[in-house]
């Protein structure tokens, strides 16, 4: 998930290193990373200098602590598993090792090395019923496929393949979601070539593809139909296609939205105010039968962005910094802080949960928000 749940694109090395260093060095780090996290904690990453490090922290935003090193680390729906990204150190960038599924303390239950269609990982998103994981790969110069693991049988099947023109506006643009009884899967990306351009519906044990949409993007399931944005508009198709129609004109351009709970969706969106630096805001959308009730989320003196919404509906993590006034003027540096937040959004309260230690965070943070992705916490249970 990028917000998401997250993703990223890093590079598989195919040389096998020796098995039993592998072997044992992998399951002294697994030990430590659940012997150090429970269900109920919230992970996320950090790249400081050449390294990927996993930190847990309650969802108070108490008790953070550091727990291993890995990339894009994620709980499974029903928290007995995480998953996460092995990476080598690397000047430039993290060359991807190994994508990883532990269990218990100890017990890795799956790991993908290297194979011939999956060099690299866009993203990946877990089964709501937690049997499964659903993978975005890009293998060769413009090809990518969409694999599907399954828990029980450990086996890995490929149920879409997509070619893409911009690889970098593919990795900002992805979109996958499941639907709640983890049958099918919504996919959509502004990257891929103009034939294949719109949203699609995946049934993952058929594999039959249909096409939703020539031109949505950004797909989430609410009240049995799926949501999803053409520029400024919201609209609602059923799944079978049928009876799909605009339904609310934000009159702003919908950059990104958050995972849809309890009928609540978080959507970052450009604003028409031209005195703002950074022109993006934030907004709280409750949808019940078609009616749309859209209010601006106004943390006071902090800019949040790529909202990453908890699993009860009622808070969110995001990409954050402190404002210097009201009116949206950026702190100085040694005062922006930074990092990641949590937002209360019953009480209004704003939680610092990690400053970030990049020394390229600026450049970072840019980058994130203006696509809308970059938020890498993962939720527990």
């Not at 598993?81 to 100890?106: Q, R």
């Not at 949501?227 to 129609?245: A, H, Q, R």
């Not at 309890?262 to 105010?273: G, K, T, V």
């Not at 005195?275 to 078609?290: E, G, R, T, V």
Request: glycine share 8%; hydrophobic share 40%; aromatic share 12%.
């Amino acid at each position: 998930m990028r917000s998401i749940a997250g993703g990223g694109i890093y590079k598989m090395n195919v040389k096998q290193s020796n098995f039993f260093l592998r072997f044992f060095a992998g399951m002294i780090a697994n030990l430590l990373l659940l012997g150090m996290a429970n269900s109920s904690d919230i992970l996320f990453h950090e790249k400081v200098a050449e390294q990927a490090i996993i930190y847990r922290v309650s969802s108070e935003g108490t008790n953070l602590k550091k727990i291993g090193h890995g990339l894009f680390p994620q709980w499974s729906p029903d928290g007995e598993y995480i998953s996460y990204v092995e990476s080598f150190e690397s000047a430039d960038s993290p060359i991807m090792k190994a994508f990883v599924v532990i269990k218990s303390i100890g017990k890795e239950v799956f790991r993908i090395d290297a194979r011939e269609d999956m060099t690299s990982i866009l993203l990946y998103s877990w089964n709501p019923t937690s049997k499964g994981i659903a993978l975005v790969t890009v293998f060769g110069r413009y090809e990518g496929s969409i694999l599907y693991y399954d828990i029980k049988t450990k086996q890995i099947k490929k149920l879409h393949r997509f070619g893409f023109e911009d690889l970098d506006m593919t990795f900002i643009t992805t979109s996958l979601e499941w639907t709640p009884d983890g049958k099918h899967l919504l996919f959509s990306s502004w990257g891929l070539l103009p034939k294949e351009l719109g949203m699609i519906q995946i049934n993952v044990d058929t594999g039959i593809v249909k096409n939703l949409s020539d031109k949505g993007r950004l797909p989430r399931f609410i009240e049995g139909k799926v949501l999803f944005t053409i520029g400024t508009e919201i609209w609602t198709v059923n799944l079978d296609g049928s009876d799909k129609k605009k339904i609310y004109d934000t009159g702003m351009p919908i950059i990104s939205l958050s995972r849809a709970v309890n009928n609540r969706i978080i959507l970052q969106m450009e604003s028409r105010d031209l005195d703002m630096k950074i022109p993006f805001k934030l907004y709280l959308l409750n949808f019940d039968k078609n009616i749309i009730n859209l209010n601006e989320i106004k943390p006071k003196n902090y800019l949040l962005l790529c909202p990453n919404i908890s699993i009860d509906g009622k808070k969110f993590t995001a990409i954050g910094m402190k404002l210097k006034n009201k009116e949206g003027q950026l702190a100085s540096e040694e005062e922006e802080e930074l990092g990641y937040y949590i937002f209360d959004i019953g009480t209004e309260k704003v939680t610092l949960l990690k400053k970030f230690e990049d020394s390229n965070k600026d450049e970072r943070f840019l980058w994130g928000i203006y696509g809308g992705y970059g938020n890498y916490t993962s939720w527990g249970r």
